[in-house]
């Protein structure tokens, strides 16, 4: 075969013009090619790829890590094709690729942005040095249900942290310069609402207002956008009757026209042919259409595109414009990657997985990740001086694999440090450390072994108990109905408090869990997500006082499942509930007249708030805030105004602090949350030093979709508080005013 160069040398660099004069010289069939992206899954590229490549019928590749395939499917497309255009190489690098680095939710509880950028980076120089230059990371559907399997993914329950988070992933992951070395394309998805499924069951339906859309799920992809996503993936699941796939409003309207999007959009994995399967569409054919015309520029894993597109073309039915315009943002993607310039991987030019830095990056988030989210007693941390002995139980305490979560094809287990292990270290033979499984598995309803581990407990100065969920409990496609600590884990709990010996449980786990059957019953309580490779240093540092546990809760936790959704930023309704207008079930009398029990929003059996507040998270330290104040009562609507608050560490050690500053509307053109995030920072103080934490707020910033679902800040009267959680009580007003 006669090749073409890509590139010829006289055309000028400029992005765009080298997109136009490749476009000129493609036929149909090559233009096709670039939308469609094949799963590569093999060893090496079977023929019938090999085939494709060459005959430019491929634009994207995904679920190859093996950088001497990789290799070789970039040369079949460079050297072997008729135009050579390198190939986009996606993988799923969600939290780390050969390192891994806590859950995403576990990312968020760290209120830690330098942290996540820095993670997606190491990510990103692991998964580059094997040959992949496209990621389908960040994850930023608002995710409110922890039924939902795929909270484990998420960012937690907030638009503010989501957005700010998704920022740091995307700038980690794409670095300065998408050509650089080391630097993958990142990808915003799921487009849009897939985090408001229906009772948390993945892939069903969700049903969200405009006006919620664009105010809660829609703003962590706009700041996705602003910052340079290059490409974003469509949603599976259908919202007000049009799944994410053929949804022109969102993919167009909002996408395209409001925000202006250039880069890529990709389906999801065989998500153009589900559009049939939803009810949409009658035929493939028909699903191509919709896609395409909504604004699908690639599919994943399918060949509907590759099936139909041409005669749509052909028919009339599509213009070519319209293919023109998807391909030109697939092959933008490709220039602004360097992947005509560099196709190839030389993977002694990056740093090998796995390295000292990549292994403290991990650890210093996994230790940051974890939420201290009860001390009774001061508890913890552990003294070694004073213990000589230590009972460490439960499923999860020498667990390599589970302690990584969802989403690690290619975590290399072997390099993971298991709390057993690293406790064993950290202790050495100053104590005498008694290790007892107990259960096969978190979900084992087998207690034979509990008397064992009962037995060393009781002999024990102290039970540390690892538990919650295996790695597959959560995960796309792993919802949960019942959300209590699977199996007979409880029971154990039970078991093991009736000894009279201090309690400690840390938890891993993909997703908030109902905890309120065993909080009772423990001295102090970790909840440590699932933490990754590190997770054993990690955890032993804070167990034993090298480090004072510092994340905050992304997500609220409810009493009961049947409080789900339960958020901090909810409406006022028409009835709030308050400590003395709600009665309990337990306390109805016989014969209770209908209005007795008081006539507001909450559950009898479960109140309103929550067992764990959303920004919830205990310290070593302890930590005090006071002082808040507003630098002016009133501002105009294009300025800005600082509230600030003294925060003193009134403790005698120095540790980490996040500072959470809330606002309220008081009254807007649609009802507006009773609390929302505006602000964060996480503090270092030593021991007895004051700061003073201030927020600058401008107008913009208090901007939200009103009624007519534009943008604006609207005047009136404002609420705001800092605090170290959302039930922070220290508040000060200021009200905006028109300008001029
Ligand atoms: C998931 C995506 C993922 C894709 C590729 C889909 O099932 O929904 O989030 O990126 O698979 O693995």
């Keep these: 075969m006669t090749k073409t160069t890509a590139v010829p040398s006289n055309v000028p660099n400029p992005v765009e013009q080298r997109v136009a004069d490749l476009l000129a010289r ?8 670039q939308m469609r992206q094949v799963n590569a899954s093999e060893g090496h590229p079977p023929d019938y790829l ?4 060459r005959a430019g019928s491929v634009g994207a590749v995904i679920n190859q890590a093996d950088v001497h395939v990789i290799n070789e499917l970039q040369r079949l497309a460079v050297e072997e094709s008729r135009l050579g255009i390198p190939l986009l190489v996606g993988r799923d690098v969600i939290h780390g690729f050969r390192t891994i680095f806590p859950i995403p939710l576990g ?11 820095e993670g997606a980076r190491v990510a990103a120089l692991e998964a580059a040095a094997a040959g992949i230059n496209w990621t389908f990371a960040p994850m930023i559907d608002i995710a409110r249900d922890p039924r939902w399997g795929r909270i484990a993914e998420s960012f937690g329950e907030d638009v503010f942290l989501t957005a700010a988070l998704a920022v740091a992933m995307v700038e980690g992951l794409q670095g300065d310069d998408l050509s650089s070395p080391g630097s993958i394309a990142a990808c915003a998805k799921h487009f849009a609402g897939y985090g408001a499924v229906e009772s948390g069951c993945d892939y069903a339906t969700t049903n969200i207002p405009e006006n919620q859309l664009r105010n809660v799920y829609l703003p962590p992809f706009k700041a996705a956008v602003e910052v340079g996503v290059a490409t974003l993936m469509t949603s599976f699941s259908d919202i007000d009757g049009v799944p994410g796939t053929a949804n022109a409003f969102l993919l167009r309207q909002i996408l395209r026209n409001e925000w202006g999007f250039p880069g890529v959009v990709v389906s999801d994995w065989d998500s153009v042919h589900q559009l049939q399967i939803h009810g949409l569409t009658e035929n493939d054919g028909e699903s191509a259409f919709e896609a395409v015309t909504a604004g699908v520029d690639m599919e994943m894993a399918g060949d509907v595109y590759a099936n139909h597109l041409a005669a749509l073309v ?18 933008r993607t490709k220039f602004q990657l360097g992947l005509f310039e560099h196709p190839y991987v030389e993977p002694a030019a990056h740093p090998s997985p796995g390295s000292e830095h990549a292994l403290l990056a991990a650890k210093r988030m996994a230790a940051q990740s974890v939420v201290m989210l009860k001390n009774d007693s001061r508890t913890l941390p552990l003294s070694i001086q004073q213990l000589s002995s230590v009972a460490i139980i439960g499923p999860l305490a020498d667990a390599p694999y589970e302690q990584l ?8 287990v072997a390099l993971s440090v298991t709390p057993l292990e690293a406790i064993r270290t950290l202790l050495g033979d100053a104590v005498e450390v008694r290790h007892l499984r107990a ?42 109905a019942d959300i209590h600590l699977p199996g007979d884990q409880a029971k154990l709990v039970q078991r093991i408090r009736e000894t009279g010996t201090p309690v400690v449980a840390v938890i891993m786990a993909g997703r908030p869990l109902t905890l309120a059957n065993i909080v009772d019953d423990v001295d102090a309580l970790l909840f440590a997500w699932h933490p990754g490779t590190m997770a054993g240093p990690a955890i032993a540092d804070l167990l034993f006082g090298r480090e004072s546990p510092s994340g905050k809760l992304p ?21 709030p509930p308050s400590p003395d207008n709600i009665v309990h079930i337990d306390d109805i009398d016989t014969f209770a007249e209908q209005t007795s029990v008081g006539m507001t929003s909450f559950h009898l059996d479960a109140g309103y708030t929550p067992l764990f507040a959303f920004g919830h998270g205990l310290s070593y330290a302890e930590f005090e805030y006071d002082h808040i104040r507003t630098g002016a009562h009133t501002v105009s609507i294009g300025d800005a105004v600082t509230i600030s608050a003294e925060l003193t560490n009134k403790s005698d050690i120095a540790a980490d602090e996040v500072a959470q500053l809330y606002v309220r509307d008081l009254a807007g053109s649609v009802t507006r949350p ?7 920072q996480r503090l270092r103080l030593e021991p007895g030093q004051t700061v003073t934490v201030a927020f600058r707020l401008h107008t913009d910033d208090l901007a939200f979709y009103g009624r007519d679902q534009n943008l604006a800040a609207e005047p009136g009267e404002f609420h705001a508080w800092i605090g170290g959680s959302s039930e922070t009580e220290l508040r000060t007003e200021f009200r905006i005013v028109a300008s001029g």
């Design 674 to 680: 009773i609390r929302q995030l505006a602000g964060f």
């Design 314 to 331: 052909e028919s009339g039915r599509i213009a070519i414009g319209m293919i023109d315009a998807a391909v030109a943002n697939v092959l």
């Design 50 to 53: 090999a085939a494709l490549i």
């Design 439 to 480: 259960m096969e598995n978190s979900r084992s309803r087998e207690t034979e072994a509990f008397n064992e581990a009962v037995e060393a407990a009781h002999a024990c100065d102290v039970a540390i108990l690892f538990l919650g969920e295996e790695s597959i409990l959560s995960g796309e496609a792993h919802s949960r």
């Design 405 to 412: 979560g969802t989403w690690i094809f290619d975590g290399d």
């Design 107 to 117: 990312q968020a509880a760290t209120w830690n942005p330098e942290l996540v950028r």
């Design 555 to 575: 997500v609220s936790f409810p009493r009961m499942v049947g409080q789900v959704p339960i958020y901090y930023s909810h409406k006022n309704s028409g009835k």
């Design 26 to 33: 493609m036929t149909l069939t090559e233009k096709v090619g």
